[in-house]
């Protein structure tokens, strides 16, 4: 993605935030990737730090290292980083 040199300052700050988002999410291959209904179901509801996006960043890591039903190991509590652990 490239931005003009005189981008608002909010729009740079944003595009920071969701590339370093980004990384962290994929630090070990996996990826977001997209919730079945089934899936949101028992490991929602999505509120406080238990959010879709972090959902999605885990299905990636754990499926990408084999694990098939992820969702019986999902922990809301934890976040990305410390599934990477869990997922190894």
């Known amino acids: 993605m490239a931005l003009s040199s005189d ?16 990384r962290a999410d994929q630090g070990a291959r996996g990826g977001q990737v997209e919730l079945t209904e089934q899936e949101k179901e028992r490991v929602g509801p999505f509120e ?8 999605t960043a885990v ?5 990408d290292t084999g694990v098939d039903d992820w969702t019986a190991y999902y922990d809301p509590t934890l976040s990305v980083d410390e599934r990477r652990e869990i997922a190894k």
Request: glycine fraction near 10%.
């Open 7 to 22: 981008a608002p300052k909010r729009v740079l700050e944003e595009a920071t935030v969701r590339a370093a988002s980004g």
């Open 48 to 55: 406080g730090s238990n959010n879709y996006r972090k959902a």
């Open 59 to 63: 299905k990636g890591l754990m499926t």
